[in-house]
């Protein structure tokens, strides 16, 4: 089973939508990254979290550390926001170069 | 602009080959990491160091080597290349934030551009 699971794995919105990406882990924490993977391959960092939620622009992320879950929302989504997402967990007293990171998912939003 | 550099971009090799992937960074941070992307699956460690001096193997360290002699650059090494060595490479670095608040004992993080490897 792996460590980090992400769902969905792929998903279609139209231009508006309100969409929800989830993360949920098996192991103990420190802190969750949320990052977006252009489709051109860079990777950037939108979220560090170790608690409750954060809010960018249209983008807000919330942590449950007791049930172990990360939701990423996306309110008024726009086709610029299509993109791979990825959900990252630094292991509690795990090494700090040591994330371990979901398989991602793939974000389409149509016009 | 202050961020983490990985060069090459892109590069061919033939089975056999020796080659080393650059990254820098500008930031200071103490801790570094090399990952590599395959198809379907997420971002795996390869090696990664919490310091100049200091290395050690992530998840998939076999036909990779690593040095981190400066806090700025941690180059990784392809000994003898092999066609599964074929890849997306990415360099990120990170800090720890001071303790207390929303960010204790957290990363921020920060990725290279990525490195596409193709091994024939």
């Known amino acids: 089973k792996n460590e980090v699971e992400q769902s969905p794995q792929n998903l279609t919105a139209q231009e508006g939508e309100f969409i929800t990406i989830n993360c949920s882990y098996s192991v103990g924490i420190s802190a969750l990254h949320w990052l977006q993977q252009h489709p051109g391959g860079g990777i950037v960092s939108l979220f560090m979290?170790?608690?409750g939620k954060k809010k960018h622009g249209r983008l807000i992320a919330t942590i449950n550390i007791q049930e172990k879950h990360s939701s990423l929302h996306i309110t008024a989504s726009h086709p610029r926001d299509s993109a791979v997402y990825i959900c990252?967990?630094?292991?509690?007293?795990?090494?700090?170069?040591?994330?371990?990171f979901g398989k991602g998912t793939k974000l389409s939003v149509k016009p | 602009n202050a961020g983490v550099t990985q060069t090459p971009k892109f590069q061919v090799l033939k089975t056999g080959q020796s080659m080393t992937l650059q990254c820098a960074q500008d930031?200071?941070?103490?801790?570094m990491s090399w990952y590599r992307q395959d198809p379907g699956m997420g971002l795996r460690l390869i090696h990664y160091s919490v310091g100049a001096g200091i290395t050690d193997q992530g998840e998939v360290p076999n036909g990779y080597n690593v040095s981190r002699s400066t806090t700025e650059d941690f180059p990784l090494r392809l000994l003898s290349a092999a066609p599964s060595q074929t890849s997306v490479y990415f360099c990120a670095s990170s800090w720890v934030a001071g303790t207390g608040g929303s960010y204790s004992g957290a990363n921020v993080l920060t990725f290279g551009a990525g490195s596409r490897l193709t091994v024939l």
């Open positions: 979290l170790s608690s």
């Open positions: 990252a967990v630094k292991n509690y007293g795990g090494s700090q170069g040591n994330l371990i």
């Open positions: 930031m200071n941070h103490e801790y």
